[in-house]
């Protein structure tokens, strides 16, 4: 079955950087678009960052460009977000998400890692 | 960017019962619309897309409707398994989400 198990979260000063990590298994994850969406504390769902398949094309969120960037490793079925510049308002949990063709739905997630930033 | 807006915030029911929730779009955004369940902890559930198509594996008790910019989820009745956050989204310009309905027992 598809499980995606996130990684990497924790607390990190104002400012700072962290990587997060996303392992995908029970797909052809070289195949698939993934996604990053992120909850903060009592709030909706945000959308992150996208990566195509290949990892040729990635976006991101207005308020996250310049400071996250999207990855992935094919080879290592694992999906990456370097977080960067990081801000009291980037505290939330952090999931990966899968889009499937055709219909571009997020079809799966994972349970999230949390990042936390905070002095 | 295409604000999606959800209500009721919360929504007291019991068991049983017939539940509807709204989700507005605030420029049209066809049939790419999706919902999700969330429970504490767990991951978000893809209970619909393309506004009314049900994913692999959701009961039929759930179903959706709408077009444009009005969007209806529907439980026909309530489980106990029911009680989440449920959140839409729009996939048409981007990604947005709403803010969320949470059921609570009543």
């Known amino acids: 079955q598809v499980i995606l198990v996130e990684s990497g979260g924790g607390v990190v000063q104002p400012g700072g950087s962290l990587r997060i990590s996303c392992i995908a298994s029970?797909?052809?994850?070289?195949?698939?678009?993934m996604h990053w969406v992120r909850q903060a504390p009592g709030k909706g769902l945000e959308w992150v960052a996208v990566?195509?398949?290949?990892?040729?094309?990635?976006n991101h969120g207005d308020s996250m460009k310049g400071r996250f960037t999207v990855s992935r490793d094919n080879s290592e079925n694992t999906l990456y977000l370097q977080l960067t510049s990081l801000r009291d308002e980037d505290t939330a949990v952090y999931h990966c998400a899968r889009e499937t063709a055709p219909h571009r739905e997020f079809d799966y997630w994972g349970q999230g890692t949390l990042v936390t930033v905070s002095s | 960017e295409v604000v999606m807006t959800q209500s009721p915030a919360t929504l007291p029911v019991s068991p049983g019962e017939r539940v509807t929730l709204s989700c507005r779009a605030s420029?049209?955004?066809?049939?790419?619309l999706a919902w999700f369940q969330q429970k504490p902890g767990q991951a978000p559930r893809l209970l619909i897309y393309?506004?009314?198509t049900r994913a692999t594996g959701i009961p039929a008790r759930f179903s959706g409707s709408g077009s444009g910019t009005e969007f209806t989820l529907t439980i026909s009745s309530l489980q106990s398994d029911d009680f989440a956050v449920y959140s839409c989204q729009q996939y048409s310009d981007w990604y947005t989400f709403g803010q969320g309905t949470k059921l609570e027992i009543k």
């Open positions: 990566i195509s398949s290949d990892g040729n094309y990635q």
């Open positions: 420029q049209s955004v066809g049939t790419k």
């Open positions: 029970g797909f052809a994850f070289r195949t698939y678009a």
């Open positions: 393309s506004a009314s």
